[in-house]
């Protein structure tokens, strides 16, 4: 078995992430790794300036955030046809609800991701989660509500523009965790800095306590697979040149993600109107035909926009991921 560090955000008050879109009547759950590690590198330039920052993003790497129930933890299901039967199904009745999967208990992963087979009963699943016999009369752990809101012009000539707004709100049991290869008094300082993101918040709407959260800190089991010939991405991924060939893209199984979205996180309040430029990235869950080391590369996705305050917006593509075997295809 090999030990991984998690971080757990507890406790999360309700939030909002973009999904990209220009409107604000649909969030999403998913907190990405990008998202994360540009989030930490942003307040570290607050204390520590803004010389190294590409020095500490390649310095570690961080899964994106998944969800936990109790003591379950869910990882994100892998791209193509996974080994799953239904019981006592034998209209396929269960395809529509396997269709909405995204995250499998812990327990049921470590058997798909070893090539095995497993068997369910309906009732484990729920929502996108797929449940642990033990969590299986468990409802769901993130729900959402559409409330209408009112934009009000500062100019008073204008009229007052309505508009939806939804909240993710979060099970007082459940919340969100990732994983991270990273140790030692570096760890230490990354815990510190999601400890700060934590009281300053995730989202939009942290003005208002959106997105608030507290942390924790422990380690995960995960199975050393015997036999492996896959690798499994449980982080977005920007590949370098060299690497891929390595990938075999032709026998993986993978799906890219457009990554893009505001400068919000900016000192500079006068640069954060502007549109960072867009990059495509593998997503989670992607399997890759490959045993060979991935190091990916961390992007400068700022603008061409003529400020001398105009400064480096770095996202992070480097891979976080686990070997699996191939019969999970």
């Known amino acids: 078995m090999a030990i991984y560090n998690i971080i757990k955000l507890k406790k999360i008050s309700p939030f909002h992430i973009g999904t990209g879109r220009e409107n604000y009547d649909s969030s999403t759950s998913e907190l990405q790794s990008d998202t994360l590690s540009a989030a930490l590198a942003a307040l570290r330039v607050q204390y520590k300036g803004k010389n190294d920052v590409d020095t500490f993003l390649n310095s570690f790497t961080l899964s994106s955030a998944f969800p936990f129930l109790r003591q379950s933890f869910f990882f994100p299901v892998m791209r193509g046809k996974i080994n799953i039967s239904v019981e006592g199904d034998k209209g396929h009745e269960s395809g529509k609800y396997l269709k909405k999967l995204r995250y499998i208990d812990s327990r049921l992963w470590n058997d798909l991701v070893k090539g095995e087979s497993i068997k369910i009963s309906l009732s484990q699943l729920r929502g996108n989660l797929l449940m642990n016999n033990e969590e299986s009369n468990f409802d769901v752990s993130f729900k959402s509500q559409v409330n209408q809101r009112v934009s009000v012009s500062r100019e008073n000539e204008q009229d007052s523009d309505p508009f939806f707004f939804e909240w993710t709100f979060c099970h007082s049991e459940a919340g969100l965790y990732c994983l991270t290869d990273a140790t030692g008094t570096l760890f230490d300082e990354i815990v510190s800095l999601f400890e700060i993101l934590g009281e300053v918040g ?37 590949p370098t040149q060299e690497e891929l060939p390595q990938l075999h893209l032709k026998d993986s199984c993978y799906e890219l993600l457009l990554r893009g979205g505001y400068i919000a996180g900016s000192q500079e309040g006068h640069l954060r109107h502007l549109r960072k430029r867009s990059i495509y990235m593998f997503n989670v869950g992607s399997l890759f035909s490959t045993t060979s080391t991935l190091m990916g590369k961390v992007v400068d996705l700022a603008p061409e926009w003529n400020d001398p305050q105009m400064h480096a917006v770095y996202r992070s593509g480097r891979p976080f991921y686990l070997p699996v075997k191939k019969n999970v295809l």
Request: hydrophobic share 45%; proline share 3%; glycine share 14%.
């Open 202 to 238: 995730i989202g939009t709407d942290k003005n208002i306590g959106g997105g608030k959260f507290e942390v924790e800190i422990g380690s995960l089991l995960l199975p050393e697979i015997k036999n492996a010939d896959h690798l499994m991405l449980l982080s977005l991924y920007i």
